[in-house]
């Protein structure tokens, strides 16, 4: 049925049934005062129909051509979208959606089955788009539009009444097909509601997404092979005042986006925004997960609470109910009553020098050659890889620099029967870094170390007066391994 607005509600038009309206000509058809509810849309293949509609999902075009997919809803459509394709010449004709949720005005686009899917076609030649912004503002001058379209008086009470009808919109489609990052698999592809917590571009190629929804992604093995373990998956590293916008708990998952097209939709992206993720790929390198867009990856609408109230909830939560998480036993510390925290604790604490007790699997430690432990000058130092769910660290096991001789054999000593439970020979020293590392026995090319969860003290220190928060590391320190025989030293 067509309906046409009349003061704040939108009227039928005359007497007309669906079987008339599959008969109307295109030339009634170019009066843009008329718009197709999305419900009858269904039943108008092959004509060319007026469309308004609420963007619920936007898809990642997979960069082989000048086309991206939308999909809309509208008051009578019950919570079921509609898919809209747009054909253009060039990219830049194509529609730049700044947010999911967002108004779009469709003239004189095609119905057409596309892989089985009633499907609205825009053709860049013979119909015309405007998008609008959507909930919460008071703007009617379309943000971009094609050059066919025409804005008509009564545009604005269509738009003005979609964003009084979007606050209690609540979307149907798919509501229980979502996986938690706690429960997602390499080399599959899921659907997640999550919220931005970051975006950044790498360089002119690579942008990168940060997701988050409360829950840890599964720690990984590492492949004995890998010589040396990034700390993060994008190249550089974010400041700490980017960090700071980070939840403290629970992991933030990279998605990577490469194809110069998939970055049609990432300005429409907004931190502390909540969206949904369909189809989205999953991938292990070093041991860090990532989110890889695909041809069919979209994203979806959603209406849940902000950000930053759900992050705080679940952080109090999450300091409520842990006593602290759970560890192998494998290593002791000297400061038991102290509180655990995170890595990402850790990362954007507010002072350079602080101590902090976690519980971190050792995901490597360099040198791996325990009788290279010494430097030159015999100085000891080892840096290990810590990692949790939230983060990953570099730690360093070693005597101060600048000491003179005999201190640092003192300190040597110190160290090795502290940290190694004073098994001096290299032999004993390696047969316990293997534990601390899940190093398995076997000398095997595929096999996998499987690092156990341990807890340890760490201290963050400065080594540039001049240039504290660009010059801080952190150490390992009053913490032991445990012998086999013996449950504290």
């Given at each position: 049925?067509?309906?046409?607005?009349?003061?704040?509600?939108?009227?039928?038009?005359?007497?007309?049934?669906?079987f008339e309206?599959?008969?109307?000509?295109?030339?009634?058809m170019?009066?843009?005062?008329?718009?197709?509810?999305?419900?009858?849309?269904?039943?108008?293949?092959?004509?060319?129909?007026?469309?308004?509609?609420?963007?619920v999902?936007?898809g990642?075009?997979?960069?082989?051509?000048?086309?991206?997919a939308?999909?809309?809803?509208?008051?009578?459509?019950?919570g079921?979208?509609?898919?809209v394709?747009?054909l253009?010449?060039?990219?830049q004709?194509?529609?730049?959606?700044?947010?999911?949720?967002?108004?779009?005005?469709?003239?004189?686009?095609k119905?057409m089955?596309?892989n089985?899917k009633?499907?609205?076609?825009?053709h860049?030649?013979?119909?015309?788009?405007?998008?609008f912004?959507?909930?919460?503002?008071g703007?009617?001058?379309?943000?971009?539009?094609?050059p066919?379209?025409?804005m008509?008086?009564?545009?604005?009470?269509?738009?003005?009444?979609?964003?009084e009808?979007e606050?209690?919109?609540?979307?149907?489609?798919?509501?229980g097909c979502?996986?938690f990052?706690?429960?997602?698999k390499?080399?599959?592809?899921s659907?997640?509601?999550?919220?931005?917590?970051?975006?950044?571009?790498?360089?002119?190629?690579?942008?990168?997404?940060?997701?988050?929804?409360?829950?840890?992604?599964?720690?990984?093995?590492?492949?004995t092979?890998?010589?040396?373990?990034?700390?993060?998956?994008?190249?550089?590293?974010?400041?700490?005042?980017?960090l700071?916008?980070?939840?403290?708990?629970?992991?933030?998952?990279?998605?990577?986006?490469?194809?110069a097209?998939?970055?049609?939709?990432?300005?429409?992206?907004?931190?502390?925004?909540?969206?949904k993720f369909?189809?989205l790929?999953?991938?292990?390198?070093?041991?860090?997960?990532?989110?890889?867009?695909?041809?069919f990856?979209?994203m979806?609408?959603?209406?849940?609470?902000?950000?930053?109230?759900?992050?705080?909830?679940?952080?109090?939560?999450?300091?409520?109910?842990?006593?602290?998480?759970?560890?192998?036993?494998i290593?002791g510390?000297?400061?038991?009553?102290?509180?655990?925290?995170?890595?990402?604790?850790?990362?954007?604490?507010?002072?350079?020098?602080?101590?902090?007790?976690?519980?971190?699997?050792?995901?490597?430690?360099?040198?791996?050659n325990?009788?290279?432990?010494?430097d030159?000058?015999?100085?000891?130092?080892?840096?290990?890889?810590?990692e949790?769910?939230?983060?990953?660290?570099s730690?360093?096991?070693?005597?101060?620099?600048?000491?003179?001789t005999s201190?640092?054999?003192?300190?040597?000593?110190?160290i090795?029967?502290?940290?190694?439970g004073?098994?001096l020979?290299d032999?004993?020293?390696?047969?316990?870094?293997?534990?601390?590392?899940?190093?398995?026995?076997?000398?095997?090319?595929?096999?996998?170390r499987?690092s156990?969860w341990?807890?340890?003290?760490l201290?963050s220190?400065?080594k540039d007066?001049?240039?504290?928060?660009?010059?801080?590391?952190?150490?390992?320190?009053?913490?032991?391994i445990?012998?086999?025989?013996?449950?504290?030293?």
């Amino acid at each position: 049925m067509w309906f046409k607005l009349e003061g704040h509600k939108y009227k039928p038009i005359g007497p007309k049934t669906i079987f008339e309206a599959l008969i109307i000509s295109d030339i009634e058809m170019k009066d843009d005062y008329k718009f197709l509810r999305i419900i009858d849309a269904y039943k108008t293949l092959h004509l060319r129909v007026n469309l308004v509609g609420v963007i619920v999902e936007l898809g990642f075009p997979n960069g082989s051509g000048c086309s991206c997919a939308i999909k809309i809803v509208d008051p009578w459509s019950s919570g079921f979208s509609l898919p809209v394709q747009f054909l253009a010449r060039t990219i830049q004709s194509l529609p730049r959606v700044e947010l999911i949720g967002d108004i779009v005005l469709l003239s004189r686009v095609k119905m057409m089955l596309i892989n089985g899917k009633m499907t609205a076609v825009f053709h860049e030649t013979l119909s015309s788009f405007a998008l609008f912004k959507g909930k919460g503002d008071g703007c009617f001058f379309p943000y971009q539009s094609s050059p066919k379209f025409q804005m008509r008086e009564e545009d604005k009470n269509f738009i003005s009444n979609l964003r009084e009808w979007e606050i209690t919109y609540k979307l149907k489609e798919g509501s229980g097909c979502f996986t938690f990052l706690k429960d997602v698999k390499e080399g599959e592809c899921s659907n997640l509601s999550v919220w931005i917590v970051h975006i950044s571009k790498e360089d002119k190629d690579r942008w990168f997404i940060f997701i988050w929804d409360g829950t840890d992604l599964p720690p990984c093995s590492i492949s004995t092979k890998a010589c040396r373990v990034p700390l993060h998956v994008e190249p550089e590293k974010l400041s700490t005042n980017v960090l700071r916008e980070f939840p403290t708990v629970g992991s933030v998952l990279r998605v990577e986006v490469g194809e110069a097209s998939d970055k049609q939709a990432i300005h429409c992206l907004k931190p502390g925004q909540h969206l949904k993720f369909l189809n989205l790929l999953f991938r292990v390198d070093s041991g860090l997960w990532s989110g890889i867009l695909t041809q069919f990856t979209k994203m979806q609408y959603a209406m849940n609470p902000e950000m930053q109230t759900f992050k705080h909830q679940s952080q109090d939560l999450w300091r409520k109910i842990c006593i602290g998480p759970p560890h192998s036993g494998i290593t002791g510390v000297a400061h038991e009553d102290a509180p655990f925290v995170t890595l990402m604790d850790v990362l954007t604490y507010h002072k350079v020098t602080a101590k902090f007790r976690c519980v971190v699997r050792v995901v490597a430690a360099y040198p791996w050659n325990v009788e290279k432990f010494r430097d030159s000058e015999g100085k000891y130092k080892v840096l290990f890889i810590l990692e949790d769910a939230t983060a990953r660290i570099s730690a360093s096991l070693y005597a101060d620099e600048g000491v003179n001789t005999s201190t640092a054999v003192s300190m040597l000593m110190h160290i090795r029967e502290r940290f190694f439970g004073g098994d001096l020979a290299d032999g004993a020293i390696a047969e316990k870094l293997n534990r601390l590392t899940g190093r398995p026995e076997t000398d095997s090319e595929d096999a996998e170390r499987n690092s156990p969860w341990v807890q340890c003290c760490l201290f963050s220190y400065y080594k540039d007066k001049k240039d504290r928060w660009g010059s801080r590391r952190f150490r390992i320190f009053r913490t032991w391994i445990i012998t086999s025989s013996s449950r504290h030293m």
